[in-house]
Each structure stands twice: as structure tokens, then as C-alpha cells.
């Protein structure tokens, strides 16, 4: 049986999960919904060729010498998937900072813009009587990624 090698496209369903059991993201979205709080899972296996960096490198070297058919469960360490979580990037800014047209609300996914027009996501950590406190960091910086793979096609 053929056995998955770096430059092979290959398909993969995978379901991503926290330590806690948390579904973050699936290619197995059970009746349209992967249990995600905000489900934008694929349907259907992803397609990705091995080498090329389009997902995890921890996951692409674990499908080396995977066969068809076959499944592994890979962790992902926070500093090889989204980062550790970085306190130092989490700030408060006074509400009158913001638009006037947004009432944020804590979860909230804002874009900031800075002197150079470059686009930074932040979240909307806590509002308070002083002002919004954002977080800077990816919603799953500082967590460890497990993902249950499986090797769907060699193409």
C-alpha cells in the first residue's frame, strides 16, 4: 500500500480539539455543526500537499508515511500552532477611542488600524467603567492543539 511522502497531495478529515475536549475546528461537521461555538468547519476532507506549509508542520511530518485509511492523533504544542499567550499584548484604551457607532461587547472581534494602515484583530476581553480592554493574542494562543487525522486519499 502507498505511503504518504513530502511534494504528495493528499486528503485529510481531521477534528482539532483543546486538552479539554473542546472542538475548535473539523472536517466532520456532524449534522452541519462540528460543536464549534462559530462553526466555519469544511465539509469534507482538506486537500493539502505535503512540504508546502498549508497547515501545521507537526501535522504534514506526521502524515509522512501515513497510508490511506490510516489515523493518528498528533498534539500540536502552543508554540508551534498559535503561540503562548502573551500578556503583554493585552491593553486597555479609553472609550472614547473607539467609534461611536460601537457598543463593544466582551468576545466582540474588533480591527484596529495603526499609523500605517496595517490591520490588527483584537478581542474585546472586558468592558469596564474605564474603558475596553483588548486582547491581541489568536483566541487559541497559549493552548495546546491535539488533532485526530486521517489520511483520506493519496492523490
Known amino acids: 500500500m502507498a505511503q504518504a511522502k513530502k511534494g504528495d497531495r493528499v486528503q485529510i478529515a481531521f477534528t482539532g480539539k ?3 475536549g473542546t472542538i475548535f475546528d473539523s472536517t466532520n461537521p456532524e449534522g452541519g455543526e462540528c460543536g ?3 462553526c466555519d468547519c ?3 476532507p482538506m486537500e493539502l500537499v505535503i512540504g508546502e506549509g498549508e497547515f501545521f508542520a507537526g501535522i504534514e511530518d506526521a502524515l509522512v508515511g501515513m497510508a490511506a485509511g490510516e489515523k493518528k492523533t498528533v ?3 502552543a508554540g508551534e500552532a498559535f503561540g503562548e ?3 503583554e499584548i493585552v491593553f ?3 472609550r472614547d477611542q473607539l467609534p461611536a457607532d460601537i457598543s463593544p461587547e466582551v468576545g466582540q472581534e474588533l480591527e484596529l488600524t495603526d499609523e500605517e494602515d496595517q490591520v490588527f484583530v483584537m478581542t474585546v476581553a ?4 474605564h474603558g475596553v480592554v483588548l486582547d491581541a493574542n489568536h483566541p487559541l494562543a497559549g493552548e495546546n492543539l491535539i488533532f ?3 489520511l483520506v486519499a493519496i492523490q
Open 92 to 94: 486597555t484604551i479609553d
Open 36 to 38: 464549534c461555538d462559530d
Open 85 to 87: 499567550y502573551d500578556e
Open 126 to 129: 472586558e468592558v469596564n467603567d
Open 148 to 150: 485526530e487525522l486521517e
Open 42 to 44: 469544511e465539509e469534507g
Open 18 to 20: 483543546l486538552e479539554d
Open 75 to 77: 498534539v500540536i504544542p
